[in-house]
C-alpha cells in the first residue's frame, strides 16, 4: 500500500460541539504558539511530497477557523506533485469561501451534516446552524468543488430514525453529492457512550427499505475506505464507512499532522512524532526526509488492533 495521503490538523479549536467529538474535559486547547505556523506546514507538506504524498486533506477542529486559510490554501496548492487538495469541514464558513477557496486551488470539500431536521442539527452540534450549513453546500458545489461529500454520523437515540437517515440519503437523489455514513467510533468516555454506535449496516437496511437494492458504483477520485452506491436515478451517490464494523487498516494510506505538529502514523497511535521539534532544531530538509521516509516504511505496523489507546478526541488530532 502506498502512503499518500497526509490529514493535516490546521487548528484544534471549534465552532461546533458535536456530542460524539466533545473534547475530553481535561483537554485543554493547544497553546497559540505551540501551533504550527503556515510556513511549517508547508514545508513539511512539501517534504512528504518529495516522499510520494500527493493527496492533502485540512482538517481540524474545523479548518475554516484558521486565519488566512485561503492562503494556507493557496500555499499547499502550489507544492509540486500534490494531485488533490482538499478539506473537511463543518460548512459554517463555506457560503462566504467557497469561491475564495476554489480560485486558491482547493480541488474539493467533505461537509459534516449529521441531520437535515433542524433541531436535530441543533441538539447534535449544540448550534442552530443548519441553514448557514446547507447554503455552504450549495455554494461549494456552484463553485466547482467537486465532489461535494457529506459525511454523517449516525448515533442511537439521536439521528437514528427511518426518517432521519433517508432524509440525509436523500439530498443524493436531487444533488451531486455524496452522502456518507461514518460509523461512530468512541473516543473518550466524555462522549457518547460506545453503545450509541449504530451499524452501517441497519443503515443500509433502512435506505434500501425505501429505495430498494443499492447498485455498487465507483468514485472518480477514488473510494478510500468507502463504499459507494446508487439508487436508480440520483444525481449523487450514498457511501458507507465502517471503521467501527470492519477493519481496513490494510488499505489505509494516510498520515495524520496535528495541529502542533505531531505525526501520527495512524489515528490510534499512542505514539506521535514531534515534527515541530526536528524544525525547530534546525534540521535540513534532507534530514527531516529520511525520518519522514521511515515513517512511511514504518507505517504498516501501526494498526487500530496493536497500536489502541485508551482515549483520545478526535478534533484535537484531527478528524
Ligand atoms: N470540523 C470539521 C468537520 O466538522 O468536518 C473537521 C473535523 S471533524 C473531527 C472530521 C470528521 O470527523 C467529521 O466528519 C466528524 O463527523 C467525524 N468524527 C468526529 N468524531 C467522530 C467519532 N467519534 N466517530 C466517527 N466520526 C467522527
Known sequence: ????????????????RCVYCHPL???SLIEHDEILGFEEICRIARLFAECGVKKLRLTGGEPLLRRDIVRLVRELAAIACIEELSVTTNGIFLESLAAELKAAGLHRVNISVDSIERETYERI???????????????AID?????????SVIIKGLNDSEEQITALADMSVDLPLSVRFIEYCPTN??????????????VRAVIERKYGALC?????????PAEYFKTPGSAGTIGFISGRSS?????C???RLTSNGKLMPCLYSAQAHDLKILISNGQSDRQICRFLSRIITEKVNYTKSNSLKEEFSMCKIGG
Open 25 to 27: 474535559p481535561d483537554c
Open 247 to 251: 477493519t481496513f487498516c490494510r488499505s
Open 253 to 255: 494510506s494516510r498520515l
Open 189 to 202: 468516555t466524555s462522549t457518547r457512550p460506545a453503545t450509541d454506535y449504530v451499524p452501517n449496516e441497519a
Open 216 to 224: 455498487r458504483t465507483m468514485m472518480p477520485c477514488g473510494n478510500g
Open 143 to 151: 463553485a466547482g468543488l467537486t465532489p461535494v461529500k457529506i459525511n
Open 125 to 139: 452540534t449544540g448550534f442552530d446552524l443548519l441553514p448557514r450549513v446547507l447554503d455552504g453546500i450549495y455554494r
Open 1 to 16: 500500500m502506498s502512503i499518500d495521503c497526509l490529514r493535516v490538523s490546521a487548528t484544534d479549536r471549534c465552532n461546533l
